[in-house]
């Protein structure tokens, strides 16, 4: 997929207040640019997850590229890397247009209505009228149930995999605790470089990734080589590796920001309720469960289903729950391409 940055001329004014102007949006595309209305080629869009970019491809590359489910030849498929994301879109990281340095927490508050509202400014400045396949998973899913609502007439079909309607005090209180993580960096809220707060996201990401999988996950890939190990360990230094890893290329402000983003999450603030806002989205749907995870259980999924007028609800099994809308991708694929048949 190509990258791309959008920016967008006046103000973007979001939803909670404040404003900014000169939004910055990075985007990726398939390599043949889009044609307008004309072009042949089925559109697909995919809303990427909390800590992934734009370049699906690279993310999902057993779905996304030449010749897979979703192929970058055959059809048109774009993401836009997410508004406060650490891949180039505007966000706390971003140096102000003044000149006086990064925003970090002058930085206006993100909410996930906000993050649909910029990629559909992306959609208009592509010319893309109709979205054939909208697909997202996590607070992916959060922005495609988002999309569905605030534009029906563009949305055709839709996939919200491993999501749900409203953010629940169970995943609330893994965004704080992680959030807390942060706060007792002492190098976060001095926010005197992007470096600041690097050990808080560090402990962060370990707190999150024991929500992302499951007891037979870390069971199944993390034993101890000896059984007469004394300390274990090898799942510790897994957990170091990985907060490191995430360190390496994101920052803790970012992350601050998108976890909030994640509070946000509500289809049916302002709308009369969950059911009446769900039953607005005219998108043919499917809403996909895995049935270990334990982030987003599948009574979520259940009740999208069972709202969304004509939906389908489809499940996966997998041994490492949340994250297995990453990992299940023949189990997805199997769902979603009879999708891509009409």
């Known amino acids: 997929m190509l990258r791309h940055e959008y920016f967008h001329r006046g103000t973007f004014d979001f939803e909670t207040g404040g404003s900014i102007q000169g939004l910055r949006l990075v985007y990726h595309t398939s390599p043949v640019a889009y044609k ?29 590229g030449p010749g897979r489910l979703f192929d970058t030849e055959r059809y048109f498929v774009a993401c836009v890397n997410m508004l406060g994301s650490a891949y180039g879109s505007s966000g706390p990281a971003q140096e102000k247009s ?36 909208l697909v997202g998973g996590s607070i992916g899913g959060f922005q495609a149930l988002e999309w569905a609502v605030m534009e029906p007439d563009v949305i055709r079909k839709a996939v919200f995999i491993a999501c749900g309607a ?6 609330t209180a893994h965004d704080e605790s992680q959030r807390m993580a942060l706060e007792a960096d002492g190098t976060f809220r001095a926010a005197a470089s992007l470096e600041g707060g690097a050990a808080g996201l560090r402990a962060a990401r370990s707190m999150a990734l024991i929500s992302y999988r499951s007891y037979e996950g870390y069971n199944r890939t993390q034993p101890e080589e000896s059984e007469d190990t004394v300390f274990a360990d090898r799942a510790g230094s897994y957990q170091r590796y990985q907060g490191k890893k995430l360190s390496d ?17 509500n289809l049916g603030r302002g709308r009369g309720g969950l059911r009446k806002a769900l039953s607005s989205i005219r998108a043919e749907s499917v809403v996909i469960g895995i049935d270990s995870d334990c982030l987003f259980p599948v009574e979520e999924q259940h009740f999208m289903a069972d709202s969304i007028p004509g939906a389908e609800y489809r499940e996966i ?14 189990q997805i694929s199997d769902i979603i ?3 891509l048949m009409d």
């Open 337 to 339: 391409a009879p999708m």
């Open 36 to 64: 307008g209305p004309g072009d042949p080629r089925k559109v697909i869009w995919i809303c990427h997850a909390l800590t992934a970019n734009s370049d699906a491809e690279d993310w999902w590359p057993e779905l996304v």
């Open 317 to 330: 099994s997998s041994a490492f729950g949340h994250d297995g809308f990453l990992l299940e991708y023949g």
């Open 98 to 133: 003044d000149g006086s340095g990064r925003y970090y927490f002058d930085f206006p508050e993100i909410t996930v209505r906000d993050i649909v509202k910029a990629c559909a400014l992306v959609r208009r400045h592509l010319g893309v009228g109709r979205i054939d396949l």
């Open 249 to 265: 290329r994101f920052d803790a402000y970012s992350y601050y920001y998108l976890t909030r983003a994640v509070d946000s999450h």
């Open 166 to 171: 409203r953010v629940t005090p169970w995943l």
